[in-house]
Nanobody, 128 residues
Framework: QVQLVESGGGLVQAGGSLRLSCAAS????????MGWFRQAPGREREYIAA????????DYADSVKGRFAISRDNAKNTVYLQMDSLRPEDTAVYYC?????????????????????WGQGTQVTVSS
């Protein structure tokens, strides 16, 4: 069992930056693929970024590519999402998620149904 707790959300002006953190419990964190998703009011949950267990492989949705960066520190059981050049359309609740290892081939996971554990979310609001 893995518990995830996000932090770092808040209110920021357009063009600004935020860094989200996701702290995970459990000794198996370093074996999990991790991801970030977001959900805006009235919209479906949207994939943002994913990172492999080692941190060597990352993937991004086109909407955030070049502006957001996912990273992890397995020694601290924490995954991060650095968000730069924020836009009003980035406003949403941001969730981190953990995927149990199932395959030696698929190392990053881009759909919500591939993830086994979810955090409670942190609100990010970008004002224009």
């Amino acid at each position: 069992q893995v518990q995830l707790v996000e932090s770092g959300g808040g209110l920021v002006q357009a063009g600004g930056s935020l860094r989200l953190s996701c702290a995970a419990s459990g000794r198996t964190f370093s074996s999990y693929g991790m991801g970030w998703f977001r959900q805006a009011p009235g919209r479906e949950r949207e994939y943002i970024a994913a990172i492999s267990w080692s941190g060597e492989i990352t993937d991004y949705a086109d909407s955030v590519k070049g502006r957001f960066a996912i990273s992890r520190d397995n020694a601290k059981n924490t995954v991060y999402l650095q968000m730069d050049s924020l836009r009003p359309e980035d406003t949403a609740v941001y969730y981190c998620a953990a995927a149990r290892p199932r395959s030696s081939i698929v190392l990053v996971h881009t759909t919500s149904d591939e993830y086994d554990y979810w955090g409670q979310g942190t609100q990010v609001t970008v004002s224009s």
